[in-house]
Nanobody
Framework: VQLQASGGGEVQAGGSLRLSCAAS????????MGWYRQAPGEQRELVATIHSNARITNYADSVKGRFTISRDNAKATVCLQMNSLKPEDTAVYYC????????????WGQGTQVTVSS
């Protein structure tokens, strides 16, 4: 199983970035996908999730209205569109996957750094 995240970088506050995660080795269309982030010295935080049929999404309160998670089952990719970025969004962002809400996150990507400067 491989989850390959990309799209991170450095941007000024108020700017936008789009993260992508390409999955292989799983039946992507049957998995719940998510994005976590971890800032230095902080615990890993769940940012957003999207169910297999893309009809159910959930967001951390800190990103609601600014971030949008989406998926393309045909391409086995999940994206996180991040707008109105703030310095506190600075973190390493990880793509993750699980089969069901009853299970823990089973697969993790390598992370991509997002840095927002003020």
């Amino acid at each position: 199983v491989q989850l390959q995240a990309s799209g991170g970088g450095e941007v000024q506050a108020g700017g936008s970035l789009r993260l992508s995660c390409a999955a292989s080795g799983i039946t992507f269309s049957t998995y719940i996908m998510g994005w976590y982030r971890q800032a230095p010295g902080e615990q890993r935080e769940l940012v957003a999730t999207i169910h297999s049929n893309a009809r159910i999404t959930n967001y951390a309160d800190s990103v609601k209205g600014r971030f949008t998670i989406s998926r393309d089952n045909a391409k086995a990719t999940v994206c996180l569109q991040m707008n109105s970025l703030k310095p506190e969004d600075t973190a390493v962002y990880y793509c993750t996957a699980k089969r069901s809400t009853r299970f823990d996150w089973a697969h993790w990507g390598q992370g991509t750094q997002v840095t927002v400067s003020s």
